[in-house]
């Protein structure tokens, strides 16, 4: 069975930082697209970054531009997104999705609003002082 495990988050103050990890099994991470999204308290789940396992590309969330980075680990069989800069609004539940059809951009925006969706328990975020 196709499963990502999310783990990483935490508590971290305003301009800290965190890497969260999305450990694949069931499947190799070989052509692909990984995405990470975020759901906030009375907020929609949104797509904040995406990346092609197959050649790397990447697609970022205007918002979290500059601040995120979103890489994988072929031989860890795992992807990261590694968030810098850290910001009261990115506080929530991250999930990681998979998708063998959908390309880059549309993982990112189009995902969380599909009639069949597959997500994991997601790792908790909290940016506070």
């Known amino acids: 069975q196709l499963q990502l495990v999310e783990s990483g988050g935490g508590l971290v103050q305003p301009g800290g930082s965190l890497r969260l990890s999305c450990a694949a099994s069931?499947?190799?991470?070989?052509?692909?697209?990984i995405g990470w999204f975020r759901q906030a308290p009375e907020r929609e789940r949104e797509g904040v970054s995406c990346i092609s396992t197959s050649d790397g590309s990447t697609y970022y969330e205007d918002s979290v531009k500059g601040r995120f980075t979103i890489s994988r680990d072929n031989a860890e069989n795992t992807v990261y997104l590694q968030m810098n800069s850290l910001k009261p609004e990115d506080t929530a539940v991250y999930y990681c999705?998979?998708?063998?059809?959908?390309?880059?951009?549309?993982?990112?925006?189009?995902?969380?609003?599909?009639?069949?969706?597959?997500w994991g328990q997601g790792t908790q975020v909290t940016v506070s002082s």
């Open positions: 999705a998979a998708s063998s059809q959908m390309n880059l951009q549309a993982m990112c925006i189009m995902y969380p609003f599909l009639t069949s969706q597959s």
């Open positions: 069931g499947f190799t991470l070989d052509d692909y697209v």
